[in-house]
């Protein structure tokens, strides 16, 4: 176990260009992150994981890619209108704001004992579209991609042809003004989900809602998350959100404690410890095509489906990229005594590494040595993730590719100048071999493809 885990990631973040605090010339913005130029690489390679293995590597799934803004009556037949609020209390000596469910007895920033009323803050982002600012123009940042893919439900349904049960993938941003934030990219106002809804028979609905948290917990356990930091936890039916009738959350053991969240994500309440959700498979029954139904007019069922008047039921699974990201970093982290010196090394998933081969100079003022290094790295970026860098001994150079991920380091020296041949280095175990430069491409090729 790595001590104080969490500011170390933290610091590396901000060190090696993963995550940045946005508008931070200005003072950063609360709860809002930029990701660096590694960030967004290891982020791209989880989406990139996420609908390879669930839309691309299916018979059963097709994608989606809707607008963030929607129609605001989406939001009135969501349920998100109503109930998608927490509520918020004001301490009366300091002033500060406080979700209700956080206050066990006294504020936790004065000690003060007398609160206002509870009033209840819808999370939905409000924003106006068109030049005039008044009631009719008003509409929402959505608070999740789901919507997108419920309201879409009868146009994939008439131009794609699938049967039941298929379902429909989309990742995509989401906002919503948290209260309670913090935790890095945990808990943020702007984020991305990676959501499927899938629609089936209600008959079958019990047995996809169980193949889907077993298919969504392996997912995380492949991409290389350790079995004893994941879990999955049934949400009791007092906690189940309004739209569903069963839920499980996946939890990863996080390295701080999150202390609740918005709805639906607070009342599932989480575990407790480092415990928090990192995902959410729900079973929504028929809700939201009922809904969406009655407040459009139009006619949301399936023309194969006989039961329930040929409304299908719902499994959703519903995860975070950004704590997903997060969680793969964390698992990753390592610290090991080589030598007298503690070395860094994330050791993340070879499809997840933000670079798969870094080519590095052992001298970079040997003009013969810089030309061949770059020829290598030229050569091998058409096929793999590739860095170049020579700016600093090598030894550094080892250190800092190892802290980002980097799955192989290839040292181009002088030997290489007369014996066409260079030095591949394997993170994990620090092994090198010595390849010829002809045979680099299928050596890496078998050590880092599917
Ligand atoms: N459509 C269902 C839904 O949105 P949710 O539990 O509220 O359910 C699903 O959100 C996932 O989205 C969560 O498991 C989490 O990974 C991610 N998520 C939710 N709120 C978030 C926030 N404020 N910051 C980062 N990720 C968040």
């Not at 030598?339 to 040997?366: C, F, G, S």
């Amino acid at each position: 176990m790595v001590e104080n885990l969490m500011d170390k990631i933290v610091s590396l973040c901000k060190r090696r260009g993963f995550i940045f605090q946005s508008s931070e010339i200005y003072g950063g913005l609360g709860s809002v992150w930029d990701y660096g130029p590694f960030g967004v690489e290891l982020k791209n390679n989880v989406k990139r994981e996420w609908w390879r293995s669930n839309v691309q590597e299916r018979e059963d799934m097709v994608g989606l890619d809707a607008a963030i803004l929607m129609d605001p009556k989406v939001w009135k037949a969501s349920g998100h209108m109503e109930s998608f609020a927490d509520i918020l209390v004001d301490c009366k000596s300091c002033k500060k704001r406080f979700r209700a469910d956080h206050i066990k007895g006294k504020c936790p920033q004065c000690g003060g004992k007398d609160f206002t009323e509870g009033r209840a803050f819808n999370l939905m982002l409000k924003t106006f579209l068109g030049p005039v600012e008044d009631v009719g123009s008003v509409t929402y940042l959505r608070p999740e991609t789901a919507q997108g893919i419920f309201v879409n439900f009868a146009n994939v349904v008439d131009t794609s042809r699938k049967k039941l049960p298929f379902g429909i993938a989309q990742i995509g941003k989401a906002f919503r003004n948290e209260i309670t934030t913090g935790n890095l990219t945990f808990r943020t106002r702007e984020f991305e989900q990676m959501e499927i809804e899938y629609f089936v028979a209600p008959s079958q609905a019990e047995d996809k809602y169980k193949e889907w948290i077993e298919t969504r917990f392996n997912w995380y356990l492949k991409l290389g998350i350790k079995k004893e930091n994941l879990k999955i936890r049934p949400h009791t039916k007092d906690e189940l959100a309004h739209y569903a009738i069963a839920c499980s959350d996946i939890e990863y053991n996080f390295p701080f404690s999150t202390g609740g969240g918005s709805l639906p994500d607070r009342q599932a309440g989480a575990s407790g410890g480092g415990w928090s959700e990192l995902e959410g498979i729900a079973n929504r029954a028929d809700f939201d095509l009922l809904q969406h139904a009655k407040f459009s007019g139009q006619k949301l069922t399936h023309p194969d489906l006989k039961e329930n008047d040929g409304v299908p039921y719902i499994i959703e699974p519903s995860g975070g990229v950004d704590r997903a990201t997060l969680a793969f970093m964390v698992d990753a982290y390592h610290e090991e005594k080589v030598k007298e010196e503690t070395r860094v090394v994330l050791r993340l998933h070879k499809d997840l590494a933000p670079i798969q081969i870094a080519v590095l100079p052992l001298l970079k003022n040997r003009d013969e040595l810089v030309a061949l290094a770059k020829k290598i790295s030229g050569e091998l970026r058409p096929h793999f993730r590739v860095a170049y860098d020579d700016t600093a001994s090598i030894g550094k150079l080892y250190r800092r590719q190892d802290e980002v991920g980097t799955l192989y380091c290839i040292t181009v020296d002088v030997q290489s100048l007369e014996d066409n041949q260079v030095t591949v280095r394997d993170r994990d175990s620090m092994k090198q071999d010595r390849i010829t430069i002809d045979r680099l491409k299928e050596y890496l090729s078998k050590k880092v493809s599917n």
